[in-house]
């Protein structure tokens, strides 16, 4: 039987133009799912249903219609501050308190005609890849034994069991593409300076930016036409770290289209491998496997690139940490609190010398250098983007150096793509085979790195992929 949740962000934005159904009516689907599915997956930490039924009701007195999601359900991440809502920050550690004002990513979305729903999960202060938090666990439909990945569990897990039509999460790194990449999704982290809203210019290294979670390829590509579009900001905002863009018009055509014929790259080797045992599952060989063998029917070319050896995971690994070395400063924050993984690296951040963080981010800068250099010939770079299947909750442990350790060694190449400040795309290419260790079905995706403000060239090529491999069509069972 056919339920809204069928429709994909596009096409659900289109029913409600059209108005073959109302912005309330589509709420009230969608908040309904919530309620009945959400107690068993942990992907809402708060659900505001009377303020998004409110707003649904008025939401043609508040935003023009001409906005580039009108009407479409959402939900905000719970790192970012809604006006009236707490802000959870995924710890125990902080007492809940309602913010006072929006962050400008929650407004960019407001102001683009969105429908927040709630809150959804995330690790303790999005420091990591696990999904499990003191103040809740979140779990992965499609096989709710096993993590979904983070930092934007919530958001990906609502998106893939049918909770949001698709959602907007932030990746440091890679914070978008491992939760997309665990729950069957395509995940897009932009260009840093391509956001407005979240432009990657705070924190240490620029790492953290704003990117869509989707179903499919030209809803990422819609989404991310919203997010460009200096809506909802007290002004236009310069963000002169954004790259010399591939192409021109909006990022929906070119994720619609399809069109081109490209260069592609096989990335041997992780920038993690001198500093962590990175073993790649058989199940993600085949997934790049798969991509490869698809890339070559569309005639696009393919060929090995190795990856650069410049140092990497120490400088990486003391950006992480001072990123952590500010938590102490937060008003009522109880360290006893933190999770171990959180306490570790407070305690290391705040033993770091300001120049062991600067050598730290020239070293980072070289890495960057060298890389984009590396990929320069190529219009895209293909890695796994993970390199296990979903990871059983409990994996990470209790012990945060091996926790770390463990982070690293799942997705080796996400990271590399915050640094650089290039736009990198997950897409969920297979799924492992029913004599696989872990499972049958368990999702697999591949990543894509473009040049510098190359969006619409990832998007162009996940569109041929999705066209043949038809992703869009493969659901958990809570579907």
């Given at each position: 039987m056919f339920e809204l949740h069928h429709l994909s962000a596009q096409e659900l934005w289109d029913w409600i133009r059209r108005g073959e159904v109302t912005v309330r009516e589509a709420t009230d689907h969608f908040l309904a799912r919530i309620g009945r599915l959400d107690r068993?997956?942990?992907?809402?930490v708060t659900v505001t249903a009377d303020a998004a039924r409110e707003r649904a009701d008025h939401l043609g007195d508040l935003v023009p219609t001409s906005r580039p999601l009108w009407g479409l359900p959402s939900a905000d991440k719970d790192l970012y501050d809604r006006r009236g809502v707490p802000t959870g920050n995924g710890t125990v550690s902080l007492p809940a308190r309602?913010?006072?004002?929006?962050?400008p990513l929650v407004a960019a979305l407001d102001a683009a005609g969105t429908v927040s729903l709630g809150k959804t999960a995330s690790p303790e202060f999005g420091m990591s890849s696990s999904s499990e938090t003191r103040s809740g666990v979140t779990r992965n439909p499609y096989d709710t034994t096993r993590a979904p990945g983070g930092s934007s569990s919530g958001a990906a897990v609502a998106v893939a069991a049918g909770l949001l039509p698709a959602a907007v999460g932030s990746d440091g790194g890679g914070s978008v593409r491992i939760p997309a990449a665990a729950t069957g999704l395509v995940g897009l982290k932009p260009s840093r300076g391509r956001v407005p809203s979240m432009p990657g210019r705070s924190g240490v290294g620029g790492l953290s930016v704003a990117g869509p979670i989707t179903r499919t390829v030209a809803d990422a590509g819609m989404l991310l036409d919203a997010l460009v579009a200096p809506t909802g900001l007290p002004e236009a905002q310069p963000y002169a770290l954004v790259t010399p863009d591939v192409g021109d018009g909006p990022f929906t055509a070119a994720a619609v289209r399809g069109e081109?014929?490209?260069v592609v790259g096989i990335l041997d080797?992780?920038?993690w491998d001198d500093a962590v045992d990175v073993v790649v599952d058989p199940a993600a060989r085949a997934a790049v496997e798969t991509a490869v063998r698809v890339l070559g029917e569309v005639g696009h070319g393919v060929e090995e690139v190795a990856m650069p050896r410049a140092p990497y995971a120490d400088a990486f690994r003391v950006a992480w940490e001072s990123s952590a070395a500010r938590l102490p400063f937060v008003p009522g924050i109880d360290l006893s609190a933190l999770t171990p993984?959180?306490?570790?690296?407070?305690?290391?951040?705040?033993?770091?010398t300001g120049t062991q963080v600067l050598d730290a981010m020239t070293t980072l800068d070289a890495f960057s250098a060298a890389l984009i250099g590396a990929f320069d010939r190529f219009d895209a770079v293909l890695t796994p983007t993970l390199a296990l299947p979903p990871r059983p909750l409990g994996w990470y442990g209790d012990d945060p150096e091996e926790d770390f350790r463990r982070q690293c060694a799942y997705s080796p190449w996400t990271s590399m793509a915050n640094v650089s400040g290039l736009p990198a795309i997950t897409l969920p290419v297979a799924t492992t085979a029913d004599d696989h260790p872990?499972?049958?079905?368990?999702?697999?995706g591949v990543q894509l790195v473009g040049r510098p403000g190359g969006e619409r060239v990832l998007l162009a090529i996940g569109a041929q992929l999705e066209r043949r491999l038809r992703w869009q069509r493969r659901h958990p069972p809570v579907w």
């Open positions: 068993e997956l942990g992907a809402f309602a913010a006072t004002d929006d962050h081109g014929r490209f080797g992780s920038p993984l959180v306490s570790w690296l407070v305690d290391r951040g705040r033993a770091l872990d499972g049958g079905g368990l999702p697999m």
